[in-house]
C-alpha cells in the first residue's frame, strides 16, 4: 500500500505530499490544476518513460518519492531486496528527472535501474487511465484475470494441471534428447569399447612405465655398467697389477695405516681415537666392496630382456599417447569410460522406461486439461454475468461481457488448452468484440473498474493499490454516484486512488485530496492539500455549482449522505 506520495517540481506542482488512505482516496481541483500529475508522478515513480518536458519551468530537476507499506515477502519487497534495497522497514522509492532528460531511480536507498522500478510497480499498483489499459490490452492478462476470479475450485485445477504438465514436460525432453542423440551415443559407446579392449588387451600396471624406463635405462648401459663396478671393486679389494706387482687395494692400505699406529696406539687417546676411526673406515669400504660384487653378479647384458622392455613401452606409450600422460592417467580413463560406456549402454532400457510413461502422462495431462477448461468455462459464466451487471451500475446498462473460453491455437501448454478472450458488447445487437477494441477510453477505464471490483471481491486481488484517471468520463448524476460507489466497494479489498471532476464520485472518498493553484502573477504553481469536514463540503460545493453558497454547501451534505447511504449495500459477495 502506498503510505506517501511526495512530488517536487513536477509541471505545475512546485512541491506537494499525499498522504494515501488505506481505502478511497480521492484527487480533485479545478482545471489546469495539475491533478494529472499527481497520476503522472506515480507513473514516473512505476517506471514509466520520462519526458524532461515534465520539470517545472526554471527548475533542474523534478523529483517523486513514493513511501510503501508491504511486507518483506511481497513479491515488490522481494524483488526490491534482490536489486540491493533495505525493505526491513518499509519499501521508499525515488525517480529524479534533470531539466536534460537524465533520469535515475533509487529503491530503499540504492540506486537501481529504472527497469527494476517497473518490475517492482506491477506487483505494487494498477493504473488505469484511457492511455494505460494494459490488462486488458493483453490475452495472457485476460486468462490471468479469470483464473484469479475462479476460486479454490479452478485454482486447484490449474494446480494439479500444472504438475502433470511440468512432469510430462520433462520426461518429454529426456525422451526427445534420447532419441535424438541415439546416433552420437552409439559412435560414442563404440570408441570407448574400442579403447577399453586396447586397455584390455596391453593390461598396464600402476606406474609400470615409471619403473620401466628405469630398467630400459640399465639394460641398454649394462657394459658400461659392468666395467665401472667391477673397476670399482678392484680399487678397493684389489687383484688389479701395477708394474707386474699386484697393485695395493684401498682395503690394503688401510690394513697397513693401522697396523703403522699399532705399537704406539696405548700410549696417547687421541692416537687411539684415530685408529678406531681407521677400522670403522675399513669395515664400510669392506661393506662397499661386498655390495659392488653382489653389483656384479646381478647385472648382465641380456638382449632378450632389453627387446621386451623396449617392446612394452612401446604398447604403454601407444596407450598414454591416447587416453593420458601416464599409466596410472590411463587407468583413471579406463575406469571412467568403463561408467559412461554403461550409462550409454543403458540409454535404450531408460528409452524403453519412459515411451509408456510419456503415454501415460499425455493421458493424464489431457484429461486434467479438461477438468481446468471445464472450471474456466463455468467461472467464465459466472465472471461474464456479475461484470455486465457491474456495468450496469457505471452508466453502460446497455453493454454486456461475455468472457469466451476456447481451445488453444498451439495446443497444451504450461497454462492449460485454452485461450481467454473478455468480449464486450456496447449495446444490444453489437457484435461482441474483445473489448480492448470494442470500449472507448472512458468505457475502457469502467470496464476495468468493473473487472477490479468483482475480482476484488472474489479475493483474487493480486496488486494492493489500484489507481483511476478518467474512469468518470462521459458519466454523470445518479450514475456518477454509482461510479463512486463501486470504487469503494474495490477500497473495500484494496487502496484506491482516483482521479475525477464528479462530486457524485468525491463524495465517497475516506481521504479527500484536492489540487490547487496560486499566482504571483508571474509563475503558477499548485499544491495538493487533504480537506476534511467544512473544508470538504466547500470543495464538493465548488465541484457542483463553482461557489461554496448556502445552497451548494447544502446540497454537498446531501451528497456525502447520500453516498454514505449507497456505501452501505454491500458490495458482491466472495466466492468459496
Known amino acids: 500500500m502506498l503510505q506517501e506520495l511526495r512530488i517536487q517540481r513536477l509541471g505545475v ?24 500529475m499527481v497520476v503522472t508522478g506515480l507513473g514516473l515513480l512505476l517506471g514509466a518513460r520520462a519526458d524532461a518536458g515534465l520539470v517545472r ?25 534482490e ?11 525515488v525517480r529524479s528527472l534533470s531539466a536534460e532528460g537524465r533520469s535515475r531511480a533509487h529503491v530503499g536507498g540504492r540506486t537501481a535501474p529504472v527497469g527494476v522500478l517497473a518490475e517492482i510497480g ?14 486488458l490490452r493483453q490475452s495472457d492478462q485476460h486468462r490471468a484475470m479469470l483464473d484469479q476470479f475462479g476460486g479454490d475450485t479452478l485454482r486447484a485445477a490449474l494446480s494439479a494441471y500444472t504438475e502433470v504438465f511440468e512432469t510430462h514436460d520433462s520426461a518429454t525432453r529426456e525422451l526427445d534428447q534420447l532419441r535424438s542423440q541415439a546416433r552420437d551415443r552409439a559412435q560414442e559407446a563404440e570408441l570407448l569399447e574400442h579403447g ?24 641398454g648401459h649394462a657394459e658400461g655398467l659392468r666395467g665401472a663396478a667391477a673397476a670399482a671393486h678392484d680399487h678397493l679389494a684389489g687383484s688389479q697389477e701395477y708394474a707386474g706387482e699386484p697393485a695395493p687395494s684401498a682395503m690394503d692400505t688401510l690394513a697397513a695405516a693401522r697396523q703403522a699406529l699399532a705399537g704406539e696406539v696405548d700410549h696417547d687417546p687421541a692416537l687411539r681415537e684415530l685408529d678406531r676411526r681407521l677400522a670403522e673406515v675399513g669395515y664400510l669400504v669392506a661393506d662397499l666392496a661386498t655390495d659392488l660384487s653382489a653389483y656384479l653378479s646381478d647385472i648382465e647384458v641380456d638382449p632378450a630382456r632389453m627387446a621386451w622392455v623396449q617392446q612394452r613401452r612401446a604398447d604403454l606409450t601407444a596407450l598414454t599417447r591416447r587416453y593420458g600422460e601416464t599409466v596410472d592417467d590411463v587407468l583413471e580413463w ?27 502422462l499425455e493421458a493424464e495431462l489431457a484429461a486434467r486439461a479438461l477438468t481446468l477448461t471445464d472450471a474456466r468455462t463455468l467461472a467464465a459464466a459466472e465472471l461474464a454475468e456479475a461484470v455486465t451487471l457491474e456495468l450496469s451500475h457505471l452508466a453502460m446498462g446497455q453493454a454486456s461481457v461475455e468472457v469466451r473460453v476456447s481451445p488453444r491455437a498451439a495446443g497444451l501448454g504450461k497454462n492449460g488448452g ?18 480492448a477494441k470494442a470500449a472507448s477510453g472512458g468505457e475502457l477505464s469502467r470496464v476495468m473498474l468493473a473487472l477490479e471490483v468483482v475480482t476484488g471481491a472474489a479475493g483474487a486481488v493480486d496488486v494492493p493499490t489500484f489507481v483511476f484517471d478518467e474512469v468518470d468520463a462521459g458519466v454523470g448524476g445518479a450514475a456518477a454516484l454509482d461510479v ?20 457524485q464520485v468525491a463524495a465517497y472518498a475516506d481521504r479527500h485530496l484536492v489540487v490547487r493553484k496560486a499566482s504571483d502573477g508571474h509563475i503558477t504553481s499548485s499544491g495538493v492539500h487533504p480537506v476534511e469536514g467544512e473544508d470538504r463540503l466547500r470543495e464538493l460545493a465548488r465541484m457542483m455549482a463553482g461557489v461554496d453558497s448556502e445552497a451548494a454547501l447544502d446540497h454537498a451534505r446531501e451528497l456525502v449522505a447520500e453516498a454514505a447511504s449507497r456505501r452501505a449495500v454491500a458490495a458482491p459477495g466472495p466466492r468459496h
Open 13 to 36: 506542482i512546485d512541491e506537494a505530499v499525499l498522504d494515501l488512505h488505506a481505502g478511497l482516496n480521492v484527487v480533485t481541483g479545478e482545471t489546469g490544476a495539475g491533478k494529472t
Open 334 to 360: 579406463g575406469r571412467l569410460a568403463a561408467q559412461r560406456l554403461d550409462a550409454l549402454l543403458s540409454s535404450d532400457s531408460r528409452i524403453a522406461e519412459l515411451e509408456p510413461r510419456v503415454a501415460q
Open 122 to 135: 506491477e506487483h505494487l499498483v494498477a493504473v488505469h487511465g484511457q492511455a494505460d489499459q494494459w490488462r
Open 196 to 219: 577399453l579392449d586396447q586397455l584390455e588387451q596391453v593390461d598396464p600396471q600402476p606406474g609400470e612405465d615409471a619403473d620401466l624406463r628405469v630398467e630400459d635405462e640399465r639394460l
Open 57 to 81: 519551468s526554471g527548475a533542474a530537476t523534478a523529483v517523486v518519492e513514493g513511501v510503501v507499506d508491504v511486507a518483506p515477502d511481497h513479491p515488490a519487497a522481494v524483488r526490491a531486496a
Open 418 to 435: 485454452d485461450d481467454v478472450e473478455i468480449l464486450l458488447a456496447a449495446n444490444p445487437g453489437s457484435p461482441a468484440r474483445t473489448v
Open 83 to 93: 536489486a540491493g534495497a533495505d525493505v526491513s522497514d518499509g519499501l521508499v522509492l
Open 484 to 503: 463512486g460507489a463501486r470504487l469503494a466497494a474495490l477500497a473495500q479489498h484494496a487502496q484506491v486512488v482516483v482521479v475525477t471532476h464528479l462530486p
